[in-house]
């Protein structure tokens, strides 16, 4: 079973840096991309970023362009998030997304293999 597992959510202050990573546990499959999408409590989901194995074709939703920054390891199949320059609704969960289409339209359709989830509060 694939299993897709965050990890480096938590607490920071308003303007703070945190780093997510998504890495495949278990039986690991060659996604097309791999992305991130958050839900804030009474919110939809938001497509945050995506990123194209294969050539490392990016997605940015307009919230987050600037300040985060997507990348990834293909030696150990992990996806990291840098995010920078928080603000109080960039609170939410976290999830990974793994799929097989284009970043720009895996970041909306958010068609794919989710993780669990990691929760990111800023605040001070």
């Known amino acids: 079973q694939v299993q897709l597992v965050e990890s480096g959510g938590g607490l920071v202050q308003p303007g703070g840096s945190l780093r997510l990573s998504c890495a495949p546990s278990g039986f690991t499959l060659d996604y097309y991309a791999i992305g991130w999408f958050r839900q804030a409590p009474g919110k939809e989901r938001e497509g945050v970023s995506c990123?194209?194995?294969?050539?490392?074709?990016?997605y940015y939703a307009d919230s987050v362009k600037g300040r985060f920054t997507i990348s990834r390891n293909n030696a150990n199949k992990t996806v990291y998030l840098q995010m920078n320059g928080l603000k109080p609704e960039d609170t939410a969960v976290y999830y990974c997304l793994g799929g097989y289409s284009r970043p720009q339209d895996m970041c909306v359709t958010l068609k794919g293999h989710w993780g669990q989830g990691t929760q990111v509060t800023v605040s001070s």
């Open positions: 990123i194209r194995n294969s050539d490392s074709n990016t």
